[in-house]
């Protein structure tokens, strides 16, 4: 990426000297980034990742089927089926071998807690396979079968570990079962009229189980509450059958696969929509498979089964997405990989893990697509990403804290960065870059759809430009070359330079408090709409 240049002659008139009997806020303003030559330049947005996590001690293949909130703990298992062992991974440790169950000769590695010290699956033992939960100061702990049967297996953890959900034998047939330390393995029924349930997962705090059970007309997806019991979740459109494997931490959102009129396809239910398709991917002819949804069911990841396996990634704006050749347009080299199964997804929906072929070798991997820090997608935006914005608007070498806020000393240096190469419709090295750059002295108050010539862009902070009615306007808009986009809302607009990247600069600071508001539109390929325009993150600059 080119690194941001000074600007000198097209430096902004109102970024250079104050100017007397302007308004008081506007003379805060006012000569904010005179140019200071020699500053550092803002540093690059951080790299897309991936990695083949190997193999765990004594094992030849592996496969990452769950993953921690924040994407720093991997659970799953290596070797041969009924003859390899679960394990936990972490970037510190690598892989590491599970405990086995009391005369146990092999595990499976099914599922973990949000925070990556609990893990869950079965194995075999001494008396039969049963279900597990694993944690570093107790090992590998059985959690029984429900009364009358001979085998069970854990499939998923809450976010603390202490509600274990997944499938039991009992002397009814198999159930669906939900576990507590307190009060052991509860038989969570099965649908009117029907035969066995099996339970898949659980919501961040333990209320909500998901799974599917034999109903009278086949397999149907279900979602269980202590208040309700198991909901229908129904099929697709032409479908009768449906399975639900997994649910978002509120336990709002439930994907799964469903038959239809198009064939087997993944799907995303909501209460208010109920069961949508996300759609197949071209020329597969396997079915569809929802394996896995982010904290607030807006990414879902997958794979398509068969002989022709593909891993997926799913999220309103990119739509269904082969990671095989999605990944590889971020900048990550797959040489040698097949990306067959998405397992797992992070509570941001930035760390994707699962399994693949790397030279012919079953491996599980990891991939974190959007390494941006943890922040609310909204006020974030979309700039180059499809959950949390790629930081181009520095100040002072910074993106700010959590909150997007960065505290500056009376009297010391400022210095602000648009960190971001052209890439216009045509793509990477498109001769301009076009943008614009508000700024308004108020912090912001929350967060609001930007919207322009009818298309969604992100979201900016609030008050924003674009909608009067919501709070103060930005007294000043610097606009580059040939926006398309009538973004200024009337306010005055600078001069300012043509192409991005560049850096501004006031070396003396400011001399008294103040707090300014950066936010900005900028010219993105990759943006999710036809004006190939995205929202920049947005920075609270408190200099007090």
Same mark, same amino acid.
């Given at each position: 990426?080119?690194?941001?240049?000074?600007?000198?002659?097209?430096?902004?008139?109102?970024?250079?000297?104050?100017?007397?009997?302007?308004?008081?806020?506007?003379?805060?303003?006012?000569?904010?980034?005179?140019?200071?030559?020699?500053?550092?330049?803002?540093?690059?947005?951080?790299?897309?990742?991936?990695?083949?996590?190997?193999?765990?001690?004594?094992?030849?293949?592996?496969?990452?089927?769950? %993953? &921690? *909130?924040?994407? @720093? !703990? =991997?659970? #799953?298992? $290596?070797?041969?089926?009924?003859?390899?062992?679960?394990?936990? /991974? +972490?970037?510190?440790?690598?892989?590491?071998?599970?405990?086995?169950?009391?005369?146990?000769?092999?595990?499976?590695?099914?599922?973990?807690?949000?925070?990556?010290?609990?893990?869950?699956?079965?194995?075999?033992?001494?008396?039969?396979?049963?279900?597990?939960?694993?944690?570093?100061?107790?090992?590998?702990?059985?959690?029984?079968?429900?009364?009358?049967?001979?085998?069970?297996?854990?499939?998923?953890?809450?976010?603390?570990?202490?509600?274990?959900?997944?499938?039991?034998?009992?002397?009814?047939?198999?159930?669906?079962?939900?576990?507590?330390?307190?009060?052991?393995?509860?038989?969570?029924?099965?649908?009117?009229?029907?035969?066995?349930?099996?339970?898949?997962? %659980? &919501? *961040?705090?333990? @209320? !909500? =189980?998901? #799974?599917? $059970?034999?109903?009278?007309?086949?397999?149907?997806?279900?979602? /269980? +509450?202590?208040?309700?019991?198991?909901?229908?979740?129904?099929?697709?459109?032409?479908?009768?059958?449906?399975?639900?494997?997994?649910?978002?931490?509120?336990?709002?959102?439930?994907?799964?696969?469903?038959?239809?009129?198009?064939?087997?396809?993944?799907?995303?239910?909501?209460?208010?929509?109920?069961?949508?398709?996300?759609?197949?991917?071209?020329?597969?002819?396997?079915?569809?498979?929802?394996?896995?949804?982010?904290?607030?069911?807006?990414?879902?990841?997958?794979?398509?089964?068969?002989?022709?396996?593909?891993?997926?990634?799913?999220?309103?704006?990119?739509?269904?997405?082969?990671?095989?050749?999605?990944?590889?347009?971020?900048?990550?080299?797959?040489?040698?990989?097949?990306?067959?199964?998405?397992?797992?997804?992070?509570?941001?929906?930035?760390?994707?893990?699962?399994?693949?072929?790397?030279?012919?070798?079953?491996?599980?991997?990891?991939?974190?697509?959007?390494?941006?820090?943890?922040?609310?997608?909204?006020?974030?935006?979309?700039?180059?990403?499809?959950?949390?914005?790629?930081?181009?608007?520095?100040?002072?070498?910074?993106?700010?804290?959590?909150?997007?806020?960065?505290?500056?000393?009376?009297?010391?240096?400022?210095?602000?960065?648009?960190?971001?190469?052209?890439?216009?419709?045509?793509?990477?090295?498109?001769?301009?870059?076009?943008?614009?750059?508000?700024?308004?002295?108020?912090?912001?108050?929350?967060?609001?759809?930007?919207?322009?010539?009818?298309?969604?862009?992100?979201?900016?902070?609030?008050?924003?430009?674009?909608?009067?009615?919501?709070?103060?306007?930005?007294?000043?808009?610097?606009?580059?070359?040939?926006?398309?986009?009538?973004?200024?809302?009337?306010?005055?607009?600078?001069?300012?330079?043509?192409?991005?990247?560049?850096?501004?600069?006031?070396?003396?600071?400011?001399?008294?408090?103040?707090?300014?508001?950066?936010?900005?539109?900028?010219?993105?390929?990759?943006?999710?709409?036809?004006?190939?325009?995205?929202?920049?993150?947005?920075?609270?600059?408190?200099?007090?």
């Amino acid at each position: 990426m080119q690194l941001p240049r000074t600007i000198g002659s097209s430096t902004p008139r109102w970024l250079k000297a104050d100017r007397r009997g302007s308004p008081a806020h506007h003379r805060v303003l006012a000569g904010v980034l005179l140019l200071c030559a020699g500053l550092a330049v803002a540093p690059p947005a951080l790299p897309q990742t991936f990695k083949g996590l190997r193999f765990p001690p004594g094992q030849t293949t592996s496969a990452s089927r769950a %993953v &921690s *909130a924040d994407g @720093s !703990v =991997v659970a #799953g298992d $290596g070797g041969v089926a009924f003859a390899g062992r679960a394990f936990r /991974w +972490t970037n510190a440790r690598g892989m590491e071998n599970l405990e086995l169950l009391p005369g146990g000769t092999y595990s499976f590695g099914a599922g973990m807690s949000g925070d990556g010290s609990v893990v869950v699956g079965y194995g075999d033992s001494a008396v039969g396979q049963r279900a597990y939960r694993w944690t570093r100061a107790g090992g590998s702990e059985i959690l029984g079968v429900l009364p009358g049967g001979i085998q069970s297996l854990g499939s998923a953890a809450s976010a603390d570990g202490s509600v274990i959900v997944g499938t039991s034998g009992s002397a009814n047939g198999y159930r669906a079962f939900r576990w507590t330390g307190a009060g052991g393995m509860e038989d969570l029924g099965t649908m009117a009229g029907g035969a066995i349930s099996l339970g898949y997962s %659980v &919501s *961040a705090d333990g @209320s !909500v =189980v998901v #799974g599917d $059970g034999y109903s009278p007309i086949g397999d149907v997806a279900f979602r /269980w +509450t202590r208040s309700g019991g198991m909901e229908n979740l129904g099929a697709l459109p032409g479908g009768a059958f449906s399975f639900a494997y997994a649910v978002s931490a509120d336990g709002a959102v439930v994907v799964g696969d469903s038959d239809s009129s198009q064939g087997d396809i993944a799907y995303r239910w909501t209460c208010a929509g109920g069961m949508v398709s996300l759609g197949t991917l071209p020329g597969t002819w396997d079915y569809m498979v929802s394996n896995a949804v982010n904290g607030d069911g807006s990414v879902v990841v997958g794979a398509s089964v068969g002989l022709d396996g593909k891993a997926f990634l799913w999220t309103s704006s990119l739509g269904l997405v082969d990671l095989n050749l999605y990944l590889p347009t971020l900048g990550i080299d797959l040489t040698g990989w097949l990306l067959t199964d998405a397992g797992g997804v992070s509570a941001d929906g930035r760390t994707i893990v699962g399994t693949g072929t790397h030279n012919g070798v079953a491996e599980a991997w990891l991939a974190t697509l959007y390494p941006c820090p943890d922040r609310s997608r909204c006020s974030d935006g979309t700039v180059n990403s499809f959950q949390c914005t790629t930081d181009v608007l520095f100040v002072n070498g910074s993106p700010g804290d959590a909150n997007r806020v960065i505290n500056i000393p009376i009297g010391s240096p400022i210095q602000v960065a648009l960190n971001a190469a052209p890439a216009g419709p045509g793509g990477p090295g498109d001769s301009i870059a076009r943008y614009v750059i508000w700024a308004w002295t108020s912090a912001p108050s929350g967060s609001f759809p930007l919207t322009a010539t009818g298309h969604t862009l992100g979201c900016t902070v609030n008050p924003t430009p674009l909608h009067r009615p919501s709070g103060p306007q930005p007294f000043r808009c610097l606009h580059g070359t040939g926006l398309p986009l009538a973004v200024c809302a009337g306010v005055p607009v600078s001069a300012s330079p043509a192409r991005a990247p560049w850096s501004v600069a006031r070396g003396q600071g400011f001399s008294r408090p103040l707090v300014l508001t950066l936010q900005g539109v900028l010219e993105d390929a990759g943006a999710a709409n036809s004006t190939a325009f995205s929202v920049t993150n947005a920075l609270t600059v408190v200099v007090q």
